[in-house]
């Protein structure tokens, strides 16, 4: 999936510890390929791809009405992580069962992007729950 002109969608309501993993995000993105997606603290307008990215208390509001869709995906412990791309929504989410896990799981996405100069994609069938062995 493209995600060339996506916005990052997270609440305005983040802890300054997710706030700086999110603009972490932004920045080794804008790094490697040129590009700099745009953050967005409500939905936006037009018809781009998502990426919400917070932990679950920050993004409640956003993750509502996808609830059925990461009951199916298996729920971290502590410090845990999900990632999930919905290719027919256009959205991908990282969602940290924490703060720390917002900062882990931003790691992983990064690491499974696929980032070339004006150009950044991820695997449409990418779906992860994890929890780091040691808190």
Request: proline fraction near 4%; hydrophobic fraction near 35%.
């Amino acid at each position: 999936m493209d995600l060339s002109n996506a916005y990052v969608l997270t609440s305005n309501e983040i802890s300054r510890l997710e706030l700086k993993a999110v603009k972490l995000f932004v920045e080794e993105i804008e790094k490697r390929t040129g590009i700099r997606l745009k953050i967005v603290h409500e939905w936006p307008t037009d018809e781009r791809p998502i990426v919400l990215v917070g932990s679950e208390s920050s993004i409640s509001k956003f993750l509502k009405p996808y609830a059925d869709l990461l009951n199916r995906i298996e729920k971290p412990g502590n410090e845990g992580y999900r990632i999930y791309v919905d290719a027919g929504k256009e959205m991908v989410f990282i969602i940290g069962v924490d703060q720390r896990g917002v900062l882990y799981g931003i790691g992983k996405a990064l690491r499974k992007l696929y980032l070339r100069k004006n150009s950044v994609e991820i695997d449409e069938k990418l779906c992860i729950s994890s929890t780091p062995r040691y808190t």
